[in-house]
């Protein structure tokens, strides 16, 4: 399975824009990228997810890289109740055994 | 609409003794999904449903883990007997299918074993 790389943590002033980086150098043709989301005592939350084209909802913005070797996800603008842990995680949609593979996420933390 | 539901929200226990979690998924999903999540790492998969039919089972320790679907909808994750090691937080996710479709994941049930 291709693999994704995150920094552990990061830090953010609130209401400051925040990018989350992800590397996937060994992503295939096939591979979306998805971002979840893990808020203290909760379960992962699905924040947005995309192939080529950069991507847009009301929780974020995802823009990936021409080459498709890495990804940003983009809080436009920081809450306090955007600190969580995030998880970039590559998965094949035309591979219907494909599971949700988390690794270690990177650890969000806002400042107010 | 009601999210993935799981009981209990805490459970300790100890070591030997038997524990199941319960889960109710989001109504109209039929792929239902049991996590671990260790102390600051990402979920694992232990168990993938289609239905009433577990077709990934591949992570799941089957000496002491078991787990059910009856009837294609709740679902009910087993350890017996428990060890130490097993102290986690156990999330269970629904979707409806497979593809790109989102997980929705319960608030999870968290493990101690002493």
């Known amino acids: 399975d291709a693999k994704t790389t995150q920094p552990n943590s990061m830090e953010s002033n609130e209401e400051e824009p925040v990018h989350l980086p992800c590397n996937h150098s060994?992503?295939?043709?096939?591979?979306?990228i998805h971002w979840y989301r893990q808020l203290p005592s909760q379960g992962p939350e699905y924040v947005i997810h995309?192939?080529?084209s950069n991507v847009n909802n009301r929780m974020a913005s995802l823009a990936i890289a021409e080459d498709r070797k890495s990804s940003t996800l983009i809080l436009h603008r920081a809450t306090l109740r955007d600190a969580a842990v995030y998880y970039c995680?590559?998965?094949?949609?035309?591979?219907?055994?494909?599971?949700?593979?988390f690794g270690g996420g990177t650890r969000l933390m806002v400042k107010p | 609409e009601a999210g993935v539901v799981q009981s209990p929200r805490y459970k300790i226990i100890e070591k030997k003794q038997p524990v199941a979690f319960w889960c109710n998924p989001i109504s109209g999903h039929n792929t239902l999904y049991w996590y671990r999540q260790n102390l600051g790492q990402g979920p694992e998969l232990l168990i993938r449903?289609?239905?009433?039919?577990?077709?990934?089972d591949s992570q799941l320790p089957k000496d002491r883990f078991s787990a059910e679907r009856l009837k294609g909808v709740d679902s009910t994750l087993k350890i017996q007997p428990a060890e130490l090691g097993d102290s986690a937080v156990y999330l269970c996710?629904?979707?409806f299918g497979q593809g790109n479709e989102k997980l929705f994941f319960g608030s999870g049930t968290q493990l101690s074993v002493l």
């Open positions: 060994t992503i295939s043709g096939t591979d979306y």
């Open positions: 449903y289609e239905n009433e039919e577990a077709v990934d």
């Open positions: 996710a629904s979707s």
């Open positions: 995309g192939l080529t």
């Open positions: 995680i590559l998965r094949d949609a035309y591979n219907a055994g494909n599971m949700l593979t």
